[in-house]
């Protein structure tokens, strides 16, 4: 869902960033289109301002040449008359200068027209006045008024009228163009407006998102906190149950109470499955789940998720086998999302899958830059997808039975957690499947190609192991391993004896190419009988037991190290038999650690401390922080084992005042938290703590964090530690 | 010999053509101003007789050839270039005239007498815009507004020309 949700947030932001970069374009073409507007407005007015000037002033100066030549009538000093003549002169050449000016609003058509009518007005009137002139100058008065009523005024009357045309038709040329230019500004004045609201909806859009934004992170995380509040309350009680069927099942039960034990722990296992499901779905949908890489190898992951399923995979007779190709280089990754995915493409496998195998191939290339690209597939034989439901495998809440039909239960999120996990890894998840032959699931991711410093690497060389093994992914495994070893195997079927010396023999017990006894009784027969056989088989070890005593029993799925040290028993020579400690952290026994449990729930304390009781240790109990930290004064304890969540004082507060105590004697102070938040994590480091172990405890998790306390005396560090 | 005599001739005329040009500088320099008469540039007249121009002036004669009356400009009373041109033109000094003139006038002999302006660049105006204008400049001092009529058949940068003034020929500023 944050997919989805992040693509149509990316895409209404791509929108408004595009209709933002839309507007501020339209802004600056409309506003440099309404400055050009106003500023060919202000031009227009401008020459219709010059042009209407023009126009007086060829009236006024017309009638300036005519009205001082009727001043030359009303005088008879001849120097008078020649006065009023030069002015009148010097009116005809402003007149003559004015019908000569270019004006721009006077060059169309029609008002170029009417000037030349003035012009010609103009010429006729001056035919006129010259002679009128003349008539005054040489003393004619009487004759110079006749002629200028006569004809003068007819002529300066034309004159009159030719410019009242001009300015007519000027007018009308300035009213077409001053309305073509009060559309234009009108239509920039639109645009300006509409601009102008366009700003104003983006910038309510803007604050309405932002405020949406704020109260859905406001809502987002008040469910995060929710479902992560819920998820720990979940988890505390399922600790205590699940710790208590892991120490029901190694305690003596009649065996018809066992069964209710096994489903007691199979269904607490399921309910812890979901809510990390949930836990992880929250985390996912926030956007808070952050990848921790570190280097590790392939065989971890994969060796540890087939585990996880063998016990059911082992109960429906299913096979469960991998092969790394040689060459899958250790890779820089977050090798717990790495499993998670693994683990729950496994689990589906398993679910789905009545015979057959499930097989996990890992490829990987390595890129020039040192980018290792891995691909892991699983393949099952199990009943298949039909291909119309395989598109949504990967959707939230996704609920798909096999046969295509929507299934009752489950959450529908472990696919599409993976699928998201894989996309973070900077991969892919894709499926191949046909109704009826199984599927496969590819799940692909990036690391950095690194190397892992190792104490010894298996050398096999010189070593001839014979393996009468039926075909499948368990004989596959084993060759591909043993060979990469540099092993010289054998592959035999059992019917006849095989040429040569061998160092060891590995034989199928669950009798896929002959009944286990009778190989075994077969290699006795081949004068094999100093050879050491290691069996494989998903059965019970107190059965493989009564095929061959003797034998090396391994469990299907086969773990390479415990292939190799199977081996290397069988080739080298035999320690003295001595017991098995009932549990490895029992050499605890020898070198007691000073523990002390802090846990306010009563029942996970129980837990906790029998599972101490378990390895050999008996801790002291505190109730409440407060109580940790008289205790903590009061004995120097190797290692405290601090829940977070207390009702008085809260784990971290405890260690930071137990870390303030006086004494150089520093506790290793582990938290119990179902909370694996990256955040809690670094507030338990900036506590003062050493590292954490994850609710619900196993009993192995904390056999190894005290291990690791009991060997180096040293913090146990957070990476790793849970 | 007979021959020869016509280039002789011809030879002597060159020889002494510089000498005559030169001779001819001097006495125009030695000459007083001319008076240009002129008129309108419209008028159709390019010369007169000096007699015919002192008819003009003294209004016995007061129409053009054309028909158009004749306007008679001088300079002002009491101005003496006026009574220097009424002078040299009329042989009659500017009371003499202005009494001919009242004479005529009473007896019904002219419509309007001379017209009077007062100076040069009015008079050339005035000209110019009175097509049946007569007036006089200074020689140097006529443009191409109006047209200077020949006085019998002479231009007034003829050494004959007959109408000059009677002072040293140092022009006076006023003219």
Redesign the interface.
């Known amino acids: 869902m944050p997919r989805e949700r992040s693509f149509a947030r990316d895409v209404m932001f791509g929108v408004l960033a595009m209709t933002t970069l839309t507007v501020i374009a339209l802004g600056w073409t409309v506003a440099l289109d309404f400055r050009q507007s106003a500023e060919a407005t202000n031009q227009l007015y401008g020459r219709f301002a010059a042009g209407l000037d023009l126009i007086d002033n060829m009236q006024f100066e017309t009638g300036e040449v005519r009205r001082v030549l009727l001043y030359a009538l009303h005088t008879s000093d001849?120097?008078r008359q020649?006065e009023y003549?030069?002015q009148s002169r010097s009116g005809e050449v402003r007149v003559r200068r004015l019908l000569q000016r270019e004006s721009p609003m006077l060059s169309t058509p029609r008002t170029r027209a009417a000037r030349e009518a003035v012009g010609a007005a103009w010429t006729d009137y001056l035919q006129t006045r010259?002679e009128v002139?003349?008539l005054i100058?040489?003393?004619?008065l009487r004759e110079a008024v006749s002629v200028d009523e006569a004809v003068g005024t007819e002529r300066f009357n034309h004159v009159r009228d030719a410019i009242a045309a001009l300015k007519t038709a000027f007018e009308a040329d300035a009213a077409v163009q001053v309305e073509a230019q009060r559309t234009r500004s009108a239509r920039a004045t639109t645009w300006l407006t509409v601009l102008v609201l366009s700003a104003l909806v983006l910038v309510a859009v803007g604050v309405y998102l932002v405020n949406r934004r704020a109260s859905l992170e406001a809502v987002l995380r008040v469910k995060t906190d929710f479902l992560t509040t819920m998820s720990h309350e979940l988890r505390t009680p399922l600790t205590g149950v699940i710790g208590i069927t892991d120490l029901l099942q190694t305690a003596a039960v009649p065996s018809g109470q066992r069964e209710l034990i096994r489903m007691l722990r199979t269904n607490a296992t399921s309910l812890l499955a979901l809510v990390n499901n949930v836990l992880d779905y929250s985390r996912l949908d926030a956007g808070l789940m952050a990848l921790r890489p570190r280097p590790f190898s392939l065989f971890m992951p994969v060796e540890e998720a087939l585990d996880s399923v063998s016990e059911l995979a082992s109960r429906k007779g299913l096979t469960l086998g991998y092969v790394i190709d040689a060459g899958v280089p250790d890779v820089i990754a977050d090798e717990d999302r790495v499993r998670q995915v693994l683990l729950n493409l496994l689990s589906n496998a398993v679910k789905n899958t009545d015979t057959g195998e499930i097989v996990i191939r890992v490829g990987a290339t390595v890129e020039p830059d040192g980018m290792a690209a891995v691909t892991i597939t699983v393949r099952d034989t199990g009943i298949g997808i039909p291909e119309p439901m395989q598109e949504r495998l990967f959707q939230w809440f996704s609920q798909i039975e096999p046969t295509g039909t929507p299934r009752g239960s489950g959450t529908g999120l472990g696919l599409a957690i993976s699928d998201r996990l894989s996309r973070m890894l900077g991969g892919s998840m894709s499926v191949e499947s046909r109704h009826g032959e199984g599927s496969v699931f590819t799940f692909k991711f990036r690391g950095r190609a690194a190397s892992i410093a190792r104490t010894r690497e298996p050398d096999l060389r010189g070593r001839r192991v014979l393996a009468m093994l039926a075909t499948g992914i368990v004989r596959e495994q084993i060759v591909s391993m043993l060979e990469s070893w540099h092993a010289d195997v054998v592959l035999h079927d059992g019917r006849a004896a095989p040429d040569g010396r061998f160092d060891a023999i590995i034989v199928d017990a669950s009798g896929s190419t002959g009944a286990p006894e009778t190989l075994v009784q077969n290699c006795t027969t081949w004068g094999l009988d100093a050879v050491a056989v290691i069996t494989i088989d998903r059965m019970h070890r107190e059965r493989r037991r009564a095929i061959a005593p003797d034998a090396l029993a391994l469990s299907i799925p086969v773990r390479m190290q415990a292939l190799h040290d199977a081996v290397r028993a069988a080739i080298e020579p035999k320690p003295a038999k001595d017991a098995p400690p009932r549990h490895a952290h029992q050499a605890f026994a020898g070198q007691p650690l000073a523990v002390l449990v802090v846990e306010d729930n009563e029942p996970n304390r129980h837990v906790i401390r029998l599972m101490a009781n378990e390895l050999g240790l008996y801790p002291d109990e505190a109730a409440t922080g407060s109580e940790a930290i008289v205790a903590a004064a009061r004995r120097p304890y190797d290692v405290i084992l601090m829940d977070l969540q207390m009702p008085d004082l809260d784990g971290l507060e405890a260690t930071r005042r137990i870390r303030a105590l006086a004494g150089t004697h520093r506790p290793t102070i582990v938290a119990l938290t179902a909370n694996v938040m990256e955040s809690v994590e670094a507030r338990c480091r900036a506590a003062g703590m050493d590292g954490y172990l994850q609710k619900p405890l196993k009993l192995d998790a904390l056999g190894d964090a005290l291990s690791a306390v009991a060997r180096r005396g040293s913090p146990l560090g957070f990476s790793g530690s849970s | 010999m007979a021959s020869l005599r016509p280039v002789v001739l011809a030879l002597l005329l060159l020889s002494t053509a510089p000498l005559a040009r030169a001779a001819l500088a001097r006495q125009q320099a030695a000459q007083p101003p001319a008076l240009a008469i002129i008129v309108?540039r419209s008028n159709p007249a390019e010369g007169l007789k000096f007699s015919e121009l002192r008819h003009i002036f003294m209004l016995d004669i007061q129409t053009w050839p054309n028909g158009r009356?004749i306007?008679v400009?001088l300079r002002?009373k009491g101005q003496p270039e006026r009574a220097e041109a009424l002078g040299i033109i009329c042989g009659l000094s500017e009371r003499d005239y202005d009494r001919h003139i009242l004479f005529r006038t009473l007896q019904g002999n002219v419509?309007?007498g001379p017209?009077?302006?007062?100076s040069a660049p009015?008079m050339l105006?005035?000209v110019y815009?009175?097509?049946?204008?007569i007036g006089y400049v200074n020689a140097d001092e006529a443009d191409s507004s109006v047209k200077v009529l020949r006085i019998d058949g002479l231009l007034p940068d003829d050494p004959k020309y007959p109408i000059r003034r009677q002072s040293s020929g140092r022009p006076d500023p006023n003219w």
């Open positions: 001849a120097n020649l003549v030069d010259d002139i003349g100058l040489e003393g004619s | 309108h009356k306007t400009v002002e419509n309007f017209r009077a302006i007062q009015a105006r005035f815009n009175a097509p049946g204008s």
